[in-house]
């Protein structure tokens, strides 16, 4: 490659949320980064924020989507938002099974944790994690049956997954920014 063919380099984030895609779409995407205008593409195509923003809301709503698809599943005993997440696990959603002994018999309980930064996406990635995460009730391994049944669960899982891995990019695009420079979501 030559230096004129070398696309520019630019300081900011890198595209870690996006390794594995083809060259031509991390391209558009370093276009829509450095014009600014990436979160305002994901807000026109997802609209804007929910309005699930306590660990009650969050409950509510992951207890209906388990209702129409998970009837069957175990019960979840826990649901909330951790803020902590995403910095400290490199994870953006987390089902765990809690264990405790209670007189002679150990019983477990299942919990989902989503990352804190998902009270401030569209609905459809909030719903495309929890549909992920309730995935991990049936099927423990990221394998063709988990994703076959993250895609009963929601259609467009696929395009939500990687919208989701957009507006990742956007958040750390806008938080690395400098002060003055061109907002990160005008365009």
Request: glycine share 8%; aromatic share 6%; net charge positive.
């Amino acid at each position: 490659m030559t230096e004129a063919e070398r696309p520019p380099s630019r300081p900011g984030p890198s595209l870690q949320y996006l390794s594995g895609y083809p060259a031509e779409l991390l391209a558009r995407v370093d276009t829509l980064l450095a014009q600014g205008s990436l979160l305002d593409t994901l807000t026109r195509r997802h609209g804007p924020p929910h309005s699930m923003r306590t660990d009650g809301a969050l409950y509510g709503y992951v207890s209906d989507i388990k209702g129409r698809f998970m009837r069957s599943a175990v019960p979840l005993s826990r649901i909330a938002y951790d803020n902590k997440l995403h910095v400290v696990r490199n994870a953006l959603g987390m089902h765990s099974v809690v264990s405790r002994v209670q007189g002679g018999r150990i019983k477990a309980k299942r919990e989902i944790r989503i990352a804190g930064l998902f009270r401030e996406v569209p609905e459809p990635l909030l719903r495309m994690i929890v549909v992920h995460e309730l995935a991990h009730l049936k099927e423990r391994m990221h394998d063709r049956a988990f994703y076959a049944l993250c895609r009963h669960m929601e259609p467009a899982y696929d395009q939500l997954e990687f919208d989701a891995r957009l507006w990742l990019t956007a958040v750390e695009a806008q938080a690395a920014r400098p002060a003055g420079g061109p907002a990160a979501g005008s365009g």
